[in-house]
């Protein structure tokens, strides 16, 4: 019991390092104790998930519910969430009772990591190390997101992404283009358009055509 405890401890004060680390909001530990919402519903979760693995029933739902009412993020104890997790300002952030999360993830505010359907087993998603899911992204169904992915704001993702890659888009789709800056932050204001470069790219094709024609 005194080690579960010890390894509780640990969590949250990485938990609450990593806010103050990250966010140039943040002015003092108190401040992060007290005002953080994402802060709030992960030291509940973790709470939650640990009875549930104990299989105590209700209580971890009860809890989860509370929580929700409260900060506005619903997390299923049932869920499997990694060290550091940083959910900012995190409204609206619904995260799936299948979903797995890994270390050093970053999500917004209006985040789904959600499924598809009444599919039984797994059927949320599972995100790698040091994702960022950019606010109001839809991650949908039993898919796997690499390690290093930044998932552009509005996304809607439904299927597998490599390591190391940028998505953006309805449906989400990868883009090659950097996005980042040297210090690995998404830069949400110089995310392409794939539809629009691939409009761009049929119109430089069709003039290509009018010159073949008219000589």
């Keep these: ?68 009412i409260i900060t506005g993020i619903e997390i299923h104890p049932a869920s499997k969430i990694g060290r550091r997790l940083f959910i900012d300002h995190g409204e609206g952030v619904v995260i799936g009772e299948t979903t797995v999360v890994g270390d050093d993830v970053l999500i917004y505010q209006q985040v789904t990591l959600g499924g598809t359907g009444k599919d039984s087993g797994k059927r949320h998603p599972t995100l790698g190390n040091k994702v960022i899911v950019g606010a109001g992204a839809k991650v949908l169904g039993n898919i796997t997101i690499g390690n290093n992915v930044r998932i552009g704001a509005g996304s809607v993702v439904i299927e597998d992404v490599p390591d190391d890659s940028t998505v953006v888009g309805v449906p989400g789709r990868v883009v090659h283009r950097s996005v980042i800056d040297e210090c690995g932050n998404l830069m949400h204001n110089r995310i392409p358009d794939p539809i629009r470069c691939e409009i761009n790219k049929l119109n430089a094709e069709v003039e290509i055509l009018k010159e073949k024609i008219n000589n």
């Design 1 to 68: 019991m005194f080690s579960v405890i010890k390894r509780g401890i640990i969590k949250v004060n990485e938990d609450i390092r990593v806010i103050y680390d990250n966010d140039p909001a943040a002015k003092n530990i108190l401040e992060v104790i007290l005002c953080y919402p994402g802060l709030h519903a992960l030291i509940a979760y973790r709470l939650a998930h640990r009875l549930y693995k104990w299989h105590i029933p209700l209580i971890p739902r009860v809890i989860s519910y509370i929580t929700r």
